[in-house]
């Protein structure tokens, strides 16, 4: 008997159209129980454990300033995965380049004083400063050079991060002005759904809230991407408890 023919697999790209970030998150903890790909990690944090993951998603929020932090509703029993006191002090992280001995690098260090890290042919490593601050550049060229331009880009992510033990999850965070008011359209290559995105996207938003400022115009929209989005399995029965699907079975 002839074996039966195994069909063949494609990417599920999800595309999430959510209100504010707290709808935002929630629309993704419901969908990645629906959509997720199990496996365990061969390389990276968390080695050896098992993730739910999306093949690729796009997160469309409308009104990111709405609602910042995730709603846990009262006696849910599931820790919150962040807090606007935790979010206030991100953005003060990401406006600085202050780091510690033990980080190779910070989202802040990228955004407003980024540095090459080299190996010499000693094989000596060493920083080169770039001399510039990525995100006031930014603002100066909206605010002097006009708006119809698709040349502001914050890059975070560099070639030499290749070589990192951790490499940054988010790569870029790229701008738009349309309609008179900034956009923020954001990749991450890996991204962690409940002790990650809560806490990124509010300090992102309240970035772009400063700079929306800086600039003159309205404070618009967030369109966050991932090939890497996912939940940890020991988040898998809080998400479950969070979307009310209590006998959900994950594919092993």
């Not at 690098?105 to 094989?123: M, Q, S």
């Not at 400022?213 to 020991?234: M, P, Q, R, W």
């Amino acid at each position: 008997m002839e074996k039966e023919d195994k069909k063949e697999k494609f990417l599920t790209p999800v595309f999430i159209d959510a209100f504010d970030l707290d709808d935002a998150w929630y629309q993704c903890l419901d969908k990645i129980l629906d959509y997720g790909y199990v496996y365990k990690v061969e390389r990276g944090s968390y080695k050896g454990m098992r993730r739910l993951e999306f093949d690729y998603v796009v997160i469309r929020v409308r009104k990111p300033d709405h609602q910042i932090i995730p709603i846990i509703p009262e006696g849910c029993g599931i820790p919150a995965p962040t807090s606007m006191e935790y979010i206030q002090e991100y953005l003060n992280y990401l406006l600085t380049d202050q780091k510690t001995s033990s980080e190779d690098y910070t989202y802040g260090e990228r955004l407003v004083n980024p540095k090459i890290r080299i190996i010499d042919e000693n094989n000596v490593e060493r920083e080169i400063e770039c001399k510039i601050n990525p995100i006031q550049e930014v603002i100066r060229i909206y605010k002097t050079e006009g708006f119809e331009t698709n040349q502001c880009t914050l890059e975070i992510g560099m070639p030499t991060d290749i070589r990192l033990k951790d490499p940054p999850c988010c790569r870029l965070i790229d701008t738009r002005i349309r309609y008179g008011k900034l956009h923020f359209i954001i990749y991450f290559r890996s991204w962690d759904l409940w002790g990650g995105m809560p806490s990124n996207l509010g300090g992102m938003e309240l970035l772009k809230q400063y700079m929306a400022s800086e600039i003159g115009v309205e404070n618009g929209e967030i369109i966050a991407s991932s090939k890497g989005l996912h939940l940890y399995e020991y988040c898998w029965e809080w998400a479950k408890q969070r979307t009310r699907k209590y006998d959900l079975k994950i594919d092993e």
